[in-house]
């Protein structure tokens, strides 16, 4: 019996660790709450994973590697207007989403795992949500 109460609190510890990235200075992370407008012919798009358990999540645009989101993290990246894939991979899983991103989008995108799921999420929610979830974390250290 008090092997396995012991096993389950390590594994608790570990899936708490598992969820830690790196996290941008906090100059950057209220710079980014400040919801400034995109440069002239970009788009903002805000990822954010409001769970508050979850393993770390890789987010991807086109291909290209913009950082990892832990519990309660956010990033923000300027795309420029047009056609681009979103991914974010958890554990052995990935999913994407195709979106068109107008100059001056503003964009929020939910990205999670949620214990017992095996593949991660990424939808666009409200404004209003995805304000609120930028607000209630801390942004995430992009492109490491």
Excluded: K
């Excluded at 002239?40 to 989101?69: C, E, H, K, R, W």
């Excluded at 068109?100 to 990205?111: E, K, L, Q, S």
């Amino acid at each position: 019996m008090y092997r396995s109460i012991v096993a389950v609190l390590l594994l608790t510890l570990a899936g708490c660790q598992a969820s830690t990235v790196a996290m941008a200075p906090p100059g950057q992370n209220a710079a980014g709450q400040q919801f400034t407008p995109p440069p002239a012919g970009m788009g903002a798009v805000y990822f954010f994973n409001p769970a508050t358990a979850s393993p770390i999540l890789n987010v991807n645009v086109d291909g290209l590697y913009i950082g990892q989101l832990g519990t309660q993290t956010w990033m923000r990246a300027e795309l420029a207007a047009g056609h681009h894939v979103l991914r974010c991979r958890g554990g052995n899983s990935g999913n994407s989403r195709w979106v068109n991103i107008a100059p001056g989008d503003m964009r929020f995108f939910d990205v999670q795992m949620l214990p017992g799921q095996h593949i991660c999420s990424i939808r666009e929610t409200d404004p209003g949500i995805g304000r609120a979830g930028v607000l209630g974390g801390n942004r995430a250290l992009q492109g490491q």
